[in-house]
Nanobody, 115 residues
């Protein structure tokens, strides 16, 4: 089992910034991919960004140039720096951890961007 705990969500005005963190613990395989997904009200969950244990990243087109995903493998922690936030970025943000041991999700953290 892998446990994931997100933090850093909150309310911010458009143009502001937030930094999300996701701390992983438990049975962690060294080769894994972690990612951030989000689900807005009445919408399906969508990919925001992913990062492999080797540091390869992928971003949704909607966040490219504004969001930066990173990780500290020694701390088993992943981050999402979100700049130039827009109202449409408002959602519950979920952390995901994928490896040979399985797929795990965090409980989610709310991000609200007001115009």
């Amino acid at each position: 089992q892998v446990q994931l705990v997100e933090s850093g969500g909150g309310a911010v005005q458009a143009g502001g910034a937030l930094r999300l963190s996701c701390a992983a613990s438990g049975r962690i395989y060294s080769m894994n991919t972690m990612g951030w997904y989000r689900q807005g009200s009445g919408k399906q969950r969508e990919l925001v960004a992913t990062i492999t244990s080797g540091g390869t990243t992928k971003y949704a087109d909607s966040v490219k140039g504004r969001f930066t995903i990173s990780r500290d493998n020694a701390k088993n922690t992943m981050y999402l720096q979100m700049n130039s936030l827009r109202p449409e970025d408002s959602a519950v943000y979920y952390c995901q951890h994928a490896s040979a041991f399985g797929l795990y999700w965090g409980q989610g953290t709310q991000v609200t961007v007001s115009s």
